[in-house]
């Protein structure tokens, strides 16, 4: 192969944009990359935007150019003390994973994209970061706030120095979007196309409003069949929250179970079956990590190994694999709409206030914090076309054109 220029750039929230000159050997390279995606209509890759993502891509196109724009280039070495600060004030404040997750990406970017000391690093640099993002990264305005967040969290908790005013910064424009919703027809026609395990976790999105990693990371004691509910723990914002168990859902969700129940007791038989606590459960209650009511409700296929313990355990299914089951049935289905796995938790809540439900109930169920976020579903409720009749429907324009 020729040597070529790749380009990777920011994506979604999470994601890295790589936009690969075309070649079989190049396409089989990026395909042993965990969590990958291939866009159709914009023809282009993703990868989790991971710790090692920059390093991994640069030694995975070897003999290629790798070019890293408004994304982060490999970082240097004198940097891995600093992240490792950032991850240990991040977890002594219990934030989420996804939170460790992007901040440490966004400094890894602000330490490769200025490429000075730290101790020089201050408000103009942050300043002239943040305006790089907007006009050469293209980035929405709510990541490049994201950005912003992750910087002051390393000035403030890993640096220990605070940062001022920040001026003459070139915001990226902000955009008030409606949610994309799937009317009840449509929702069925997706499920319709879709199988197995992706189609009951699906299923579950739009029955209990669930986010897609609130899903992902059910676990079996989190199930009520009794009172027809299950538990969101430590759901965004770090709450808990109930919501309802589609009664429809019960016996495909207790066959689904009987079969991992019979998958763990398999991993125990061959000295596995050991499962990832929060906190500090585990030191706590040593032998918890093998209970059948800790293990995750929708397991992955293989085994990983805890970087930190060495312990071989099972993961929950990886998100991207829902993902892209629901693209294709979208695609399957006829829908044109841009939907995603979260539209069906918009769908929730909209069909739930079309039903006749209060917002406040809507409120609750979703997990909002403010019900001002809930309200979207009320503008979606009242657009053009619900309520509205059009003038051309007096014009009798029902026949051919």
């Not at 291939?38 to 196109?61: C, I, Q, T």
């Not at 409606?178 to 499920?191: C, Q």
């Not at 979208?330 to 929730?348: D, E, W």
Request: with cysteine.
């Amino acid at each position: 192969m020729n040597p070529v220029t790749i380009r990777v750039e920011p994506g979604e929230p999470g994601r890295l944009i790589v936009r690969l000159p075309y070649a079989p050997e190049r396409v089989a390279r990026i395909k042993t990359v965990p969590g990958r995606l291939w866009h159709v209509p914009e023809k282009y890759w993703s990868v989790p935007d991971e710790e090692n993502a920059p390093a991994r891509l640069s030694a995975l196109f070897e003999g290629d150019r790798v070019e890293f724009a408004g994304a982060p280039a490999p970082p240097p070495q004198a940097a891995e003390p600093l992240l490792d600060k950032v991850r240990a004030a991040i977890r002594a404040r219990h934030f989420s994973p996804c939170t460790e997750e992007a901040y440490v990406g966004w400094t890894r970017r602000f330490l490769s994209w200025s490429k000075a000391p730290v101790e020089s690093l201050d408000e103009s640099a942050v300043s002239r970061f943040l305006t790089t993002l907007a006009q050469e990264g293209h980035v929405s305005a709510s990541t490049q706030n994201q950005a912003f967040n992750a910087l002051l969290f390393l000035f403030k908790h890993a640096l220990g120095r605070e940062i001022g005013l920040i001026d003459g910064v070139v915001r990226a424009k902000a955009s008030k979007r409606l949610p994309v919703v799937l009317s009840k027809d449509e929702v069925r026609r997706v499920l319709g196309v879709m199988h197995g395990t992706p189609r009951l976790m699906a299923a579950l999105l739009y029955g209990s409003g669930l986010r897609l990693l609130e899903c992902c990371r059910l676990r079996v004691k989190d199930l009520d069949f009794d009172q027809n509910q299950l538990v969101v723990r430590a759901g965004k914002g770090d709450k808990d929250r109930y919501t309802p168990l589609p009664s429809t859902l019960r016996e495909s969700l207790k066959t689904h179970l009987a079969s991992v129940e019979l998958q763990h007791w398999e991993d125990l038989k061959q000295g596995l079956g050991s499962v990832e606590l929060p906190d500090a459960l585990g030191r706590k209650y040593p032998n918890a990590d093998k209970e059948w009511g800790w293990q995750w409700a929708f397991p992955a296929t293989s085994h990983y190994e805890d970087r930190e313990t060495g312990v071989r355990r099972r993961h929950h299914l990886h998100e991207s694999v829902l993902q892209k089951a629901f693209k294709e049935a979208r695609v399957k289905a006829g829908i044109a709409k841009p939907a995603g796995c979260h539209t069906l938790r918009h769908s929730f809540a909209t069909h739930l206030m079309e039903g006749g439900y209060d917002i406040r109930t809507v409120q609750e169920l979703l997990g909002h914090s403010d019900v001002r976020t809930t309200m979207i579903y009320t503008h979606v409720l009242n657009r053009g076309g619900r309520g509205v009749l059009s003038p051309a429907d007096d014009l009798g324009l029902d026949g051919p054109i």
